[in-house]
């Protein structure tokens, strides 16, 4: 291409203004609100960056869809058209469509996961730790030595430890694992993509000791783009063949089309296992709906066929990756320490090195995410021990996270290259502050996924 210049690979049809607040708004929104970002509302947030999840702005194809949808109970044609696209690029013999993806993880723990199970993935998400937890399983997540470095690139981060995997295969027993997970790309572990050769790999490693292996497939779209881009051998294959070529290493994958549906809502459970996905769907039925909707209106799965063939096409691609990419490249040259490299849906600013004087149960990443509302309108998500931190089995007492992340998730064609800029901008100015950025402390809490709901309060120095 002769031109430097990334552009949307799209007009815009429709817009949403931006209320824009002041920061004397934003700080006492921030008080009202205990200082948890997801409890404030979003006609407050200029720039939303809390997470890529439904928040993709849908074609006008997709809207179409909408329209088009067969809201029949039973035997929609949009379920048809919804599981003939879905076998066509993930290949799976029984298609479930749920809710959402945790709907399809909650589904296949209650049928796989009992008290004393071992489930080891490259790095778990949030709602699969939890499901897993809740079922009393084990949730074991085997990261590639090069994640816990997050200042040197590597192409393929978010590959899983092969090794740690027959180790711990070793250790605990086949029998005690009833599936083994592969997230791709991996979102919690900094958005970085999965190689071919390594879910070929752990396939090969569950095929030998007869152990399901399920694909997390969120941002498939985005992990088979940077196979392509980085993986020798994929340079001249189409993100589609190189999406078909990754699942037919795996017996089955939960999805959420919140992701890389290009979707506002909806998800899907997929199996080769017939009895398997027979007791899946009297599940589904008990909580979600009939099989031929689980959980979603016609429409909803008329707009996912579309967005699974939208999320795949090239220049879509093309722009994502650079955009993602464009914003940690103009933070990270000026200093702010990032998740190297760049993920595909989201940067990972690693606020425990940015922020060294907050130890790290006085979340250094919440002191950032606030700072950078406070400052710019700006909302982010953080991903460290507000999130994942653990509980030591004896003494009770918290574990901090393996690492401080705060996350500008990118959602998928809503803003432009200004709002991008303009989030640079904003990242630089609280990164000039950060010596005057103070700790916090967590005032009420629930036992799972307290990130959605805890209070905080800030630290004064001390
Ligand atoms: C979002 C996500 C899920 C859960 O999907 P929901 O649609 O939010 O329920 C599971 N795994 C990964 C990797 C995700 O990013």
Redesign the pocket.
Known sequence: MPFQTIIEPFKIKAVEPIRLTTQAERAAILKRAYYNLFLIRAEEVIIDLLTD??TAAMSSEQWAGVMRGDESYAGSRSYYFFEETVRDIFGFKHVIPVH????A?RILFALLCKPGSVIPNNTH?D??RANIEYRGGRAVDLPCAELRDTTTPHPFKGNMDVDALKSLIREVGAENIPLVML?ITN??GGGQPVSMANIRAVSEVCRAHNIPFYI?A??FAENAYFIKLREPGYADKTPLEIAREMFSYADGC?M?A??DGLANIG?FLCTNDDKLAQQEKELLILTEGFPTYGGLAGRDLEAIAIGLREVLDEHYLQYRIASTRYLGEHIAREGVPIVQPPGGHAIYIDAGAMLPHIPPLQFPGQALAVELYRLGGVRSCEIGSVMFAGRDPETGEEVPAPRELVRLAIPRRVYTQSHVDYVVEVTLEAYRRREQLNGYRITWQTPFLRHFSCHFEPLGRV
């Open positions: 999840s439904g959402q993806g945790r709907a993880e998400f709602t699969t997230t979102n919690s997390d969120c941002r939960t959420s919140k992701k998800g």
